[in-house]
């Protein structure tokens, strides 16, 4: 190697902006010089260490969740969704009662409801009874009485769309467009209902349970995917709502799949079904489907606790013993085989990164009394052996935000990208005093390196004569 391409890269590094290698380059003294190289080894050891320690931390996808409480003026209302606990309320159901009285059924033991179930079946496996499904639970006019939000009556029918549940047969649904904005919080500030959850007395053997079902969910989301909350006769129930919103970073951050919101998102058929139907996607819904598509597959017909939006109108509901017995075969095998279910449905479902749910608050008094039952009757003029005892047929219900303040959980990586550059040039300023700069002058004995060799000619051999 020349001198000239030697004293180029000595002057390259005496000039470096990182301090180890010009001092080393500096010193005259041998002890100056070994001192130099001893502690620029030992730096250039603790920065590797410690850049590599950043970057296994960022491949480890860790996040940081951010919990802020926030307030907002005005608030949509949730969609309440009301029922009778009973399927069967009304006179059409005592016609099917006297219709099928000679139907034997053997009771197992003395709270059984073997006749309240198999009339169920009945409905739904006869066509010509289906037919009158909707006749056999109660009307608008009959369930809801009242209704009031604030000082405002909110018993206008076209407040309310009908719903018809599986389990519980007519059902009926206030602020299905989020009409209804909230605008204080409290007892006094949410919706008051009273309900008539009455049954005829020729019924009252069929089911000893008197009430109502309450589901506090969004508006684009099904009932089914919500906890009913049971409301006794007779007795007054206060559900206070609170809002949580969260929200998760995407795989690898977490186990979600992204957004689930678009429906071009994700090739799934549940994935599309829900869409197509309008409804909130998540996962256990999703789930739900998958199950559901496996006991149509496997049983060749519906399970009716579950949700079925199918368009094969031959498939009908699950009702005979063989039936029954598949259903309860795939049922506690979906519960108990994780195999089968990380195999056929998981795959299918997508896990949702974001999300709301209502926490539920709620207590009861005493509704109704002897003097208030006595009005009630001379109200509505009942007297003798049309006089009513009320506390055996009313509901009250008052739902109502306990804050017009939400809470929202959402989470953000620990170390991005940014970060992640911010540190390593850190520690490497801090023990080498390097930086981005530095590497140019890496280039620099590059292209001087390339220089000399591409410039350098070979020696001619001369010859003596």
Request: hydrophobic letters at 35%.
């Amino acid at each position: 190697m020349s001198d000239n391409f030697k004293s180029i890269i000595t002057e390259i590094l005496a000039s470096s902006t990182s301090h180890g290698i010009p001092n080393i380059i500096r010193s005259t003294k041998l002890s100056i010089r070994l001192m130099w190289i001893g502690f620029t080894l030992i730096s250039t050891g603790l920065c590797a260490y410690l850049i590599a320690k950043n970057l296994f931390g960022y491949l480890d996808f860790e996040t940081t969740t951010k919990i802020r409480v926030l307030t907002e003026f005005v608030s949509d209302a949730p969609t309440i969704t009301i029922c009778n606990n009973l399927f069967f309320t009304s006179p059409k159901s005592i016609e099917l009662l006297n219709e099928t009285k000679n139907l034997t059924i053997s009771y197992t033991y003395p709270l059984d409801y073997d006749k309240y179930f198999i009339l169920k079946d009945l409905v739904f496996k006869n066509p010509s009874l289906k037919s009158d499904i909707y006749n056999y639970g109660d009307t608008f006019e009959k369930l809801i009485l009242t209704c009031e939000l604030s000082s405002f009556s909110c018993i206008d029918k076209s407040l309310w769309s009908f719903y018809f549940h599986n389990t519980y047969g007519n059902c009926y649904q206030v602020n299905t467009n989020s009409s209804i904005k909230v605008t204080q919080a409290g007892r006094l500030h949410g919706i008051n209902l009273i309900l008539n959850v009455s049954v005829p007395d020729e019924l009252d053997s069929l089911n000893p349970v008197r009430g109502a079902v309450v589901f506090i969910h969004n508006k684009t989301e099904s009932p089914t995917q919500a906890d009913g909350i049971y409301a006794a006769v007779g007795m007054e129930t206060n559900i206070a709502v609170s809002r949580t919103f969260h929200k998760q970073m995407p795989k690898p951050y977490s186990n979600c799949d992204g957004n689930t919101d678009d429906p071009l998102s994700f090739d799934s058929k549940f994935y599309k079904l829900i869409h197509a139907n309008k409804l909130k996607y998540n996962q256990k819904l999703c789930t739900d489907f998958c199950l559901q598509d496996l006991i149509v597959d496997k049983c060749g017909c519906y399970y009716t606790s579950l949700s079925y939006y199918g368009n094969n109108e031959s498939i009908k509901a699950c009702l005979d013993d063989i039936q029954y017995e598949c259903v309860s075969y795939f049922q506690s095998e979906f519960l108990t085989n994780l195999d089968l279910l990380k195999e056929f449905c998981l795959p299918l479902c997508p896990l949702e990164c974001e999300g709301m749910f209502f926490e539920i608050t709620y207590s009861t008094a005493d509704f109704m009394n002897d003097n208030w039952n006595a009005i009630l009757n001379r109200y509505y003029n009942f007297s003798g052996r049309e006089k009513r005892n009320f506390k055996k047929e009313l509901v009250s219900l008052k739902m109502y935000y306990k804050s017009l303040s939400y809470t929202e959980i959402s989470e953000k990586e620990s170390i991005d990208i940014a970060g992640l550059l911010s540190n390593i040039g850190g520690i490497a300023g801090l023990f080498l005093g390097v930086s981005v700069l530095s590497f140019v002058e890496l280039i620099e004995i590059l292209l001087e390196t390339i220089r000399f060799y591409a410039t350098k000619r070979p020696k001619k051999n001369k010859i003596f004569t």
